[in-house]
């Protein structure tokens, strides 16, 4: 098992670009996740879903898109890059039927927008 | 409102010695609280987890309180490694859901040989 893949690694963009950063998961979980995290900072939950076709927004949502197809592949997408999004961004995935909740991460995407 | 709280950004144990790794908290609805150890350039991967129910929970080096009452959990890392050194996270899911996980801001953890 791969667990949950994310990709690029790295990212620079320009203000007002976009882009796509991809998250896959092996583990067929339910529930996906992106997180980004700030210096200094927690994990503050961009956007969840429950399930392919069923997406919600979490605590810092601005700016940010989200689509669920498929159970694997959960893509977050940025539309007009701003200096505020400079961040890591995590995704992560949990089984439904786990009481505990644990949710279990890609390696992340550091994205620097200038 | 910060529902999760590591108050500590920092902690500095010498091997072989104690670390003990604190969290508040404010939501009397959370059912489970969980560790996350987050190595440089890597996501979290969950460590430890404790029900509401229980008071302590151990697995090998690592030992979680909790004390209903004040509010309040702590990780213990005995003996602590060098390896141990990574930022760790407390996190809290709420009653009701599988999902959804409230993070505190972390707190770096040091092991000094």
């Known amino acids: 098992n791969a667990g949950v893949t994310q990709t690029p690694k790295f990212r620079i963009l320009k203000i007002g670009q976009s882009m796509t950063l991809q998250c896959a998961q092996d583990?067929?979980?339910?529930?996906m996740y992106w997180y980004r995290q700030d210096p200094g900072m927690g994990l503050k939950l961009i956007y969840y879903?429950?399930?392919?076709?069923?997406?919600d927004k979490g605590e810092v949502p601005n700016g940010y898109n989200v689509s669920r197809s498929t159970t694997e592949d959960f893509p977050l997408r940025l539309e007009l890059a701003a200096p505020s999004q400079t961040s890591v961004y995590f995704c992560?995935?949990?089984?439904?039927?786990?009481?505990?909740?644990?949710?279990?991460f890609g390696p992340g995407t550091r994205l620097t927008v200038t | 409102d910060q529902q999760v709280k590591q108050n500590s950004p920092s902690l500095s144990v010498q091997e072989g010695r104690i670390s003990i790794l604190n969290c508040d908290y404010t939501?009397?609805?959370?059912?489970?609280f969980l560790w996350y150890k987050k190595y440089p350039a890597e996501g979290p991967t969950f460590l430890i987890s404790?029900?509401?129910?229980?008071d302590k929970n151990e697995d090998g080096r690592f030992t979680v309180f909790l004390n209903k009452s004040a509010k309040h959990l702590s990780l213990h890392i005995v003996p602590s490694q060098p390896g141990d050194s990574a930022v760790y996270f407390c996190?809290?899911?709420?009653?009701?859901?599988?999902?959804?996980?409230?993070f505190g801001k972390g707190t770096l953890l040091t092991v000094n040989p």
């Open positions: 583990m067929n979980h339910n529930y």
């Open positions: 939501n009397s609805m959370f059912d489970y």
């Open positions: 992560a995935s949990s089984d439904r039927d786990r009481m505990i909740g644990e949710q279990y």
């Open positions: 404790i029900s509401s129910i229980k």
């Open positions: 996190a809290a899911k709420s009653g009701g859901s599988n999902y959804k996980l409230t």
């Open positions: 879903s429950v399930g392919a076709g069923i997406t």
